[in-house]
């Protein structure tokens, strides 16, 4: 399965699904899938007011900040403050949630899996990684400059802001997610690998 390289330079915003804020998909699955049909999604969003989030039923969430003052978020039963920067929170796309700004805009990162049918981890890593047989998964560069090296081919060049996606029939192509100066950039690294979620048994 080839890759699937963005920049999010060039990436469109559109509306969230309730209308109350922007965001860029970087990936969603599969191909054509709408708000209520896909099975797992990546996406960044702009937040630059109060309000509250979509609801995706069946949907589980983790979301991230990346950059800006964060958010103060509140559910019927949970309350979470979103202010450390790379910090992965998981909670379910069922809950009502209600965003209050903590200062300024903020822009976070958004990973939803679809409940039973996915599952994997919102990492920050600063090593190389790969994505092996993994069927599917993202990666989005935070920090420093990165090499994806293919063997029997050229580096194809990765900066902040740039990364790439894999899904389907056969996952990745072969090959390994590498710093090029770990010792003097602290390289950082958005790392999604998903697996399908095992059947349920009869």
């Known amino acids: ?11 469109p915003s559109m509306p969230w699904k309730n209308g109350g804020g922007s965001t860029q998909e970087l990936a969603c699955w599969p191909p054509g899938a709408d708000m209520n049909s896909f099975e797992w999604r990546v996406s960044l969003a702009t937040v630059d007011r ?4 979509s609801v995706f039923p069946a949907i589980d969430r983790q ?3 990346l950059s800006g003052d964060g958010l103060q978020l509140r559910s019927p039963g949970w309350e979470h403050r979103l202010e450390q920067r790379w ?5 379910s796309g069922d ?5 209050a700004m903590l200062g300024g805009a903020s822009r976070d990162f958004n990973l939803m899996l679809r409940r039973g049918l996915w599952h994997g981890p919102l990492q920050v890593v600063g090593g190389a990684q790969s994505p092996g047989a993994t069927p599917a998964g993202l990666c989005l560069v935070l920090k420093g400059d990165w090499h994806w090296v293919v063997p029997g ?5 990765l900066a902040a802001g740039q990364g790439f996606w894999w899904a389907g029939e056969g996952g990745a192509t072969p090959g390994r997610l590498e710093p090029v100066d770990a010792a003097a950039s602290a ?4 790392w999604i690998a998903l ?7 009869n």
């Open 1 to 11: 399965m080839a890759m699937h390289f963005f920049d999010l330079a060039t990436t």
């Open 50 to 53: 109060p309000g509250p989030f």
């Open 63 to 65: 979301i991230m900040l």
């Open 87 to 91: 910090q992965p929170f998981a909670f």
């Open 95 to 99: 809950d009502a949630v209600d965003g």
């Open 153 to 157: 081919a050229g580096p194809h060049a």
């Open 187 to 190: 390289p950082a690294l958005v």
């Open 195 to 201: 697996q399908r979620a095992a059947a349920p048994k």
